[in-house]
């Protein structure tokens, strides 16, 4: 391809990226395609001469668009987000034209420091204490996993990473019954098995219950088990529950246990004033992730993860083949010592592009504006008899079910299922479920960039009247 002919089929996907951008909301939400289709439609072999960008453009409308569900559209309440916002788009443009694989300073000593700057920016935008140092990981698996191997490195004094896992089946680490479920996969994966991840039972609210935790690690004790790591979440995955970080951090202070805290979405809204009482008890928090990826317009993939002791981590992951070897080593961040992999992409361009176009003012604007429109849907999901709120509303997630005189819970499950089905099979909205307690839960989430009170009035109205007419 020329330059020339690069310029023109950018330009024109630039045009096709801001259509998208202005009328995502037209697509149906998620996609109904059904299993098989895309790559059914797919050739079984590549070409072996070389075709055009026309040509692959074209496959992609027809091929590829049917297959997409639509995160962007303000009408996704799904999961969590993974919202973009344009600046972030425009950076990450630039981060493709770069090119740059940033696993040493010395391969882009820019993409290391910025890196760094960035990682300050947002210690101090979400309030946490300036000794924590912060490196930008993949997702919030990778952190928490980096997290519960340095955890297990420093209880066993760095002799698991030289003698391998023999003895390993007495560490134990705790999270709560609500916690995600990247903490079993960490803990398998660290070698301390799933066996020895104790779950802790919740308080009313669905927060960790630090009595319990208390009795759990002294019964442990007590069997020869060694208290290795607790996971605490700030807004769990299923009703944003904010597990009490200042009761569960004097235990570990007190027990010598590592504190992981996992703010993967709600560690955004720590950068409104108000919403800082959930990291009250910082002081013990030995490490902590939050996703700038979901909830903070940031592209996919950006999780910050900060440590308070950065060198457990670099010690924990560390290694010198001969050809990383560098006259700069020590004197600067080489941010592969710091997490799994090796290879890392630029990743601060866009969080920087964000926080200075929207401004940290503009970032809590929008914040406390999904906030707002999930406090106000759950006040017209409370006016009506038919339906009824799940879980308190903390920040942006309203967990709800529709309900049905004399119906018994198994017959609500069924009942709500069938609903939720229903309302994703239209493709006006998207939303997921949880259960707890035995309950089936829908879960509304209203965070997406750009979604509106409008949006989520028409979606409810929607949802009612589906609701009510379904066959009961
Ligand atoms: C989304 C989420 C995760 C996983 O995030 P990834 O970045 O996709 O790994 C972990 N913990 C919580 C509480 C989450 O909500």
């Known amino acids: 391809m020329t330059a020339g002919e690069f310029s023109k089929f950018a330009h024109e996907l630039v045009e096709w990226m801001a259509r998208y951008m202005e009328n995502v909301e037209s697509y149906p939400v998620k996609s109904s395609v059904s299993p098989g289709e895309i790559f059914n439609r797919l050739p079984d072999h590549p070409p072996s001469e070389p075709e055009t960008f026309e040509a692959f453009f074209e496959d992609f409308n027809r091929i590829i668009l049917p297959g997409i569900t639509h ?17 972030s788009i425009l950076a990450e443009m630039l981060t493709a034209a770069l090119g740059v694989q940033c696993m040493i300073w010395e391969t882009s000593p820019a993409a290391t420091e910025l890196e760094e700057k960035m990682m300050n920016w947002l210690r101090d935008m979400i309030g946490l204490p300036e000794y924590f ?17 340095a955890a297990r490195e420093k209880i066993t004094a760095f002799a698991t990473n030289e003698n391998g896992l023999y003895n390993l ?62 996971v605490a979440t700030l807004g769990t995955t299923g009703v944003t529950a904010i597990d009490p970080i200042r009761e569960i951090g004097e235990i570990c202070s007190r027990e010598n246990i590592w504190l992981h805290v996992d703010a993967a ?39 910050a993860f900060f440590i308070k002791d ?58 406390r504006n999904h906030i707002s429109i999930a406090r106000e849907l759950a006040n017209l999901i409370s006016l009506e008899p038919d339906f009824e709120l799940m ?19 198994d017959r609500l499950n069924i009942l709500n299922e069938k609903l939720n089905h229903y309302i994703n099979d239209s493709g006006k909205l998207y939303l997921t ?8 839960i829908l879960r509304m989430v209203t965070a997406q ?24």
């Open 433 to 440: 479920h949880t259960t707890v307690n035995g309950k089936y």
């Open 169 to 230: 089946n007495k560490l134990r680490v705790y999270c709560s019954q609500q916690a995600h479920s990247s903490v079993d996969k960490a803990v398998k994966i660290a070698g301390i098995g799933i066996r020895n991840l104790v779950k802790i039972e919740t308080r009313p609210d669905y927060s960790l219950d630090p009595e319990k935790l208390l009795i759990a690690i002294e019964e442990d004790k007590k069997n020869g088990f060694i208290p290795c790591c607790v």
């Open 310 to 367: 950065a060198n457990t981590l670099i010690r924990t992951f560390e290694i010198l083949p001969e050809y990383l070897k560098t006259r700069t080593r020590g004197k600067v961040n080489d941010y592969r010592d710091w997490g799994v992999p090796l290879g890392r992409r630029f990743r601060a361009l866009k969080l920087w592009c964000v926080i200075r176009l929207y401004g940290v003012k503009g970032l809590q604007n929008m914040i």
């Open 265 to 303: 979405l709600a560690g955004t809204a720590l950068i409104l004033p108000e919403f800082r009482w959930m990291i009250n008890g910082s002081e013990f928090i030995n490490s902590f992730v939050f996703n700038p990826h979901k909830w903070m317009f940031t592209n996919f993939d950006c999780s």
């Open 71 to 87: 995160w962007q559209s303000p009408n996704f309440y799904a999961y969590f987000p993974a919202n973009t916002s344009p600046p």
């Open 133 to 149: 140092e912060g490196v930008i990981q993949d997702t919030a698996s990778t952190s928490t996993l980096a997290a519960i191997i």
């Open 449 to 472: 960039t750009n979604v509106t009170m409008n949006h989520v009035k028409k979606s409810w109205e929607f949802i009612k009247s589906t609701a009510r007419s379904m066959n009961y």
């Open 391 to 409: 879980a308190p509303v903390t920040l942006n997630t309203v967990c709800f079910r529709f309900k049905t005189p004399d119906a018994d819970d």
